[in-house]
Nanobody, 123 residues
Framework: SVQLVESGGGTVQTGGSLRLSCVAS????????MGWFRQAPGKEREWVAR????????VYAESVKGRFTIFHSSTKNTLYLQMNSLEPEDTGTYYC????????????????WGHGTQVTVSS
């Protein structure tokens, strides 16, 4: 079992930066694949990025590529999302997720989810 707790959200102006954190507790095997998702009001949840925590290999949604960086600290078992050049379209609740298997992670069917942290980008 894994528990995920996000933090680091807030309100920033367009062009600003934020770093989100997601502390994972429990099985490290179950956090081999971790991801960030976001959901804006009235919209469906959107995948943002995924990382294979064993070797740091990461993939990104086109909408954030070049602006966001996902990385993981194995010593702290903490997932991060560095967000630069933020735009109003990045506003939403950001969730981290974890799973042991790529098959599930690649379909966004993660087993474990956090409760989210709010990011608001003002224009």
């Amino acid at each position: 079992s894994v528990q995920l707790v996000e933090s680091g959200g807030g309100t920033v102006q367009t062009g600003g930066s934020l770093r989100l954190s997601c502390v994972a507790s429990g099985s490290t095997f179950d956090t081999r694949y971790m991801g960030w998702f976001r959901q804006a009001p009235g919209k469906e949840r959107e995948w943002v990025a995924r990382i294979y925590t064993v070797n740091g290999g990461a993939v990104y949604a086109e909408s954030v590529k070049g602006r966001f960086t996902i990385f993981h600290s194995s010593t702290k078992n903490t997932l991060y999302l560095q967000m630069n050049s933020l735009e109003p379209e990045d506003t939403g609740t950001y969730y981290c997720a974890a799973d042991a298997w790529l098959e599930r992670a690649s379909r966004a069917e993660y087993t474990y989810w956090g409760h989210g942290t709010q990011v608001t980008v003002s224009s």
